[in-house]
């Protein structure tokens, strides 16, 4: 092969590559398109399900007449759906429901709320359940998902809408915190200074306007609520087993599942990963829990996240590679209980 020939087959080599990348770049972005459609806020999908989760000593409104979720700092211009009928409930001592649609949820159990329309009666079956995600949790959960899917892992300036939102002004820093205060209060969640911590009511949903992750820990751990144990809608904090630093990232719990004997399947929305938005799927080993290093003498991290079998990575759009061999689960901010 002659020096041409080798610069041709270089040059169709390339091509190939480039191709080759535009192409699954493409498929990845209508993967992500498709997911951000599929993806239902909690209203949507009761809407379309016929059903609703309460949990007990909750209000939500009955969904035909409920409000999107809406910012928390755009809640003063908030207008609720005007009420055309009345509504009706089947057990009052599950659920009650008064003239303006707020469903108030009283004990576990089941009912039927029925909405009394001007275009016909839609019914819902409401369960109440001790254990059901807080409204505010479910919305902070979505609108985590969302920001996911929509921003489908595009590379962001340090300077973005979310440290824009958070500093007013140009200030390009870490973001991670920031992501989940922003997250905060897209779902209607108000974050508050860590030095308000004291005002916060046992069994209150509470995240921090700290755009530090160490204030973040701290102000968690004021509360008694960093725990090594995952919920959704909990945020987890990183260690780095090289160093032995106990506050190197953050992000936000979105789904858990308890495979038993103190094993959990997690999945985090995390922003600020290599200035991106991602989520992660991986295997937690609560039995090396590290959240009261710090707090115990002698006590230092412990491996404690592992990479997720083979055949239960299914989906495209999740990173199963842990981002690095030497980070470790420092703990969970509980902001519900």
Same mark, same amino acid.
């Given at each position: ?6 610069? &041709? ?37 009761? &809407? ?145 200074? *860590? ?27 004021? &509360? ?45 929305? *995390? ?24 707090? *115990? ?41």
């Amino acid at each position: 092969m002659n020096r041409l020939q080798r610069i &041709l087959c270089y040059v169709l080599t390339f091509l190939l590559l480039i191709s080759g990348a535009t192409a699954l770049a493409s498929d990845t972005k209508t993967l992500f398109t498709q997911a951000a459609e599929a993806l239902d806020s909690p209203l949507t999908e009761a &809407l379309q399900t016929g059903t609703y989760t309460l949990r007990t000593g909750e209000t939500a409104y009955v969904p035909s007449v409920s409000p999107e979720i809406t910012p928390y700092d755009e809640r003063a211009t908030l207008v609720l759906p005007v009420v055309n009928g009345m509504f009706e409930t089947s057990d009052p001592t599950v659920v009650t429901v008064n003239e303006a649609g707020l469903m108030q949820a009283v004990a576990p159990g089941a009912a039927a709320v029925v909405y009394h329309a001007a275009t016909g009666n839609v019914s819902f079956d409401v369960t109440v359940s001790d254990d059901a995600l807080p409204e505010s949790v479910k919305a902070f959960v979505y609108v985590a998902r969302r920001e996911f899917y929509e921003t489908a892992r595009s590379r962001l300036p340090k300077y973005n809408k979310y440290t824009k939102w958070y500093y007013g002004k140009k200030k390009e820093v870490g973001w991670c915190a920031v992501f989940t205060i922003w997250c905060a209060n897209a779902s209607g969640n108000n974050p508050i200074d *860590e030095n308000d911590a004291p005002s916060v009511a046992d069994g209150a949903t509470v995240y921090f306007r700290e755009g530090q992750v160490g204030n973040q820990y701290d102000a968690f751990q004021s &509360l008694g609520r960093f725990t090594g144990i995952p919920r959704p809608g909990y945020l987890v904090i990183y260690g780095d087993l090289n160093n032995n630093y106990r506050t190197i990232h953050t992000g936000i719990v979105v789904n858990v599942e308890d495979r038993g004997e103190g094993s959990y399947r997690v999945t985090t929305v *995390e922003g600020n990963m290599s200035n991106t938005v991602k989520s992660y799927t991986y295997l937690y080993d609560s039995n090396r829990d590290n959240h009261t290093v710090g707090v *115990e003498k002698g006590l230092k991290l412990q491996k404690n996240m592992s990479v997720l079998p083979q055949e239960e990575q299914t989906d495209p759009l999740v990173q199963y590679k842990l981002h690095t061999t030497h980070w470790c689960v420092f703990g969970f901010c509980a902001s519900w209980q």
